[in-house]
């Protein structure tokens, strides 16, 4: 044998031996089987409901789980909320009435399903995702279908359904829950608890950590200074409700809450309080709500007409009507015009 060939011989015996253990590591990560969605694999999880009184941990899954998850562990249903802020300060008071109303059908993660919103000062919108394909409008105006938007209609409906949590949030995780029995909700047994206010807050696991927020260089505007000043300063000061658990499944079939917040007074500024009144409620669980495409819709658009509408305005050109060499601009429209 050549010596010139015994080098190529020992590469090809010992290069398997030899095998990068990163590579393979990640070789392994590549052609593995893929995780099912988050609110599937949420949703196999065990969650005693005659525990959410006693195991902190507990409470917060339940009183925190995503629409999609509720779907997956309940089936179709109706959600039905109306909340009431009411803000008292310096100013005169604020008050602001919310309805939101999303219909589930099949299928947490792909699933079809509509979410509605309206409030006290005649706005709101809808969000309907049918077979895939999003729909969306305002208030009084004309469904237009939305193929770049992806993962909105998602974003909607769990900060749409996500009251609960955000009571839990606002209130600091105050939340005592005492049992009060069983009861019935559209057919199915329920454990029922009162709602009040704990001394504190209960220990839980330390979550992930996120990095202060970029200060702009000329400082904050004073309307995200009172926001940030009521995040960091509010004191939850009373709650009082009660809470209607599915006892198979563990979700929240029926809530309401009454509870107050306030912000103490600081430097040249105010007091201020806020009053919550949530109601909310499932209905038609494990009925198909048989959701359907509308029936006219707009398709999806490039960009707003908008923006189209003002540059034809002053005169700039646009895709096809743009001068070519030689040619003259369009005469911008005038005000007198």
């Not at 969000?127 to 469904?143: E, H, I, Q, S, T």
Request: proline share 8%; glycine share 8%.
């Amino acid at each position: 044998m050549s010596l010139r060939k015994l080098p190529i011989l020992m590469l090809a015996v010992l290069g398997p031996a030899c095998q990068d253990p990163v590579d393979a590591a990640a070789k392994a990560r590549i052609f593995s089987p893929e995780d099912p969605p988050l609110a599937i694999s949420a949703a196999a999880q065990s969650l005693p409901p005659d525990r959410i009184d006693s195991d902190p941990r507990v409470a917060h899954r339940i009183l925190r789980m995503d629409a999609a998850e509720v779907v997956e562990r309940l089936g179709p249903h109706v959600v039905t909320t109306k909340v009431s802020f009411e803000w008292t300060g310096a100013d005169a008071p604020i008050r602001l009435d919310e309805t939101r109303t999303i219909v589930a059908g099949r299928g947490g993660v792909g699933g079809d399903f509509s979410v509605v919103m309206e409030n006290s000062r005649d706005q709101g919108f809808e969000v309907l995702r049918k077979d895939d394909k999003v729909y969306a409008r305002n208030r009084y105006g004309k469904f237009r279908q939305r193929l770049r938007d992806r993962g909105m209609a998602e974003r909607v409906r769990s900060e749409v359904q996500g009251v609960i949590r955000d009571v839990d949030e606002l209130f600091h995780s105050r939340l005592a829950l005492t049992p009060q029995g069983s009861t019935t909700v559209d057919g199915r047994s329920a454990l029922k608890f009162a709602v009040s206010l704990a001394a504190e807050a209960p220990r839980l696991e330390a979550g992930v950590t996120l990095p202060d927020p970029i200060e702009p260089k000329g400082g904050r505007d004073a309307q995200t200074r009172r926001r940030m000043r009521f995040h960091e300063e509010r004191v939850p000061v009373s709650l009082q409700g009660e809470l209607v658990v599915d006892a198979e499944t563990s979700v929240v079939l029926q809530a309401k809450f009454d509870g107050k917040v306030r912000v103490p007074k600081g430097d040249q500024q105010a007091s201020s309080e806020l009053k919550l009144q949530v109601r909310t409620g499932l209905t038609g669980i494990g009925r198909d709500p048989a959701l359907k495409v509308p029936e006219d819709f707009l398709p999806d658009a490039d960009k707003p007409a908008g923006i189209a509408d003002v540059l034809d305005r002053f005169g700039i050109p646009r895709g096809e009507a743009a001068p070519q060499d030689g040619e003259a601009a369009p005469k911008p429209v005038t005000q007198d015009e």
